[in-house]
T-cell receptor
Framework: DTAVSQTPKYLVTQMGNDKSIKCEQN?????MYWYKQDSKKFLKIMFS???????INETVPNRFSPKSPDKAHLNLHINSLELGDSAVYFC?????????????FGPGTRLTVL | KQEVTQIPAALSVPEGENLVLNCSFT??????LQWFRQDPGKGLTSLLL?????REQTSGRLNASLDKSSGRSTLYIAASQPGDSATYLC??????????FGKGTSLLVTP
């Protein structure tokens, strides 16, 4: 009965490959997010979707493309992976973006690009 | 642009001590402030959520306060235990946006 789940948990791949990370939440929330935690452990927002609509798109390379097939799922596809993409990617969800509602995080996906 | 600062960056205390973690933010126009715990190699666990209209929240041995006008929050941990060792993250949600995180305080509680 995990609230926010991500797959895979670990992802090791070569430079130049394309990979996807999947996220699902069973909390009935309307808003989902992708955050990136870099090697210095700093967490930054990348994208946010509200009811399948992109509402936040930070300064992220075009190689990153989020997709939300429904409000319970938010996937992240990364093209032409680079060494600098190595990080932990966290998915989160909340009831209303920026509202007084709590954000719940998934366990993270540790991406290593060789 | 919202900047969130956490002091200290690292803290080591003996078991049983009460301790305070500090968080400051530059823009007081926030909707809420959330404290998280992150264990090494793990995800984020939400500890406390304080809405902008509230002054504090309590959960067990944890108490978080919020002074929006001065841009400050504190997380008070009473009677610390070795199991409290983790990184504690403060994050604020500005209107219509996602969370802005501080860089965290790494806490070590020694037996």
């Amino acid at each position: 009965d995990t609230a926010v789940s991500q797959t895979p948990k670990y992802l090791v791949t070569q430079m130049g490959n394309d990979k996807s990370i999947k996220c699902e939440q069973n909390l009935g929330h309307d808003t989902m997010y992708w955050y990136k935690q870099d090697s210095k452990k700093f967490l930054k927002i990348m994208f946010s979707y509200n009811n399948k609509e992109l509402i936040i798109n930070e300064t992220v390379p075009n190689r990153f493309s989020p997709k939300s097939p429904d409000k319970a799922h938010l996937n992240l596809h990364i093209n032409s992976l680079e060494l600098g993409d190595s990080a932990v990617y966290f998915c989160a969800s909340s009831q209303v973006v920026g509202g007084p509602n709590e954000q719940f995080f998934g366990p993270g996906t540790r991406l290593t690009v060789l | 642009k919202q900047e969130v600062t956490q002091i200290p960056a690292a803290l080591s205390v003996p078991e049983g001590e009460n301790l305070v973690l500090n968080c400051s933010f530059t823009d007081s126009a926030i909707y809420n402030l959330q404290w998280f715990r992150q264990d090494p190699g793990k995800g984020l666990t939400s500890l406390l959520l304080i809405q902008s209209s509230q002054r504090e929240q309590t959960s067990g041995r944890l108490n978080a306060s919020l002074d929006k006008s001065s841009g400050r929050s504190t997380l008070y941990i009473a009677a610390s235990q070795p199991g409290d060792s983790a990184t504690y993250l403060c994050a604020v949600a500005p209107p219509g946006y996602a969370l802005n995180f501080g860089k965290g305080t790494s806490l070590l509680v020694t037996p």
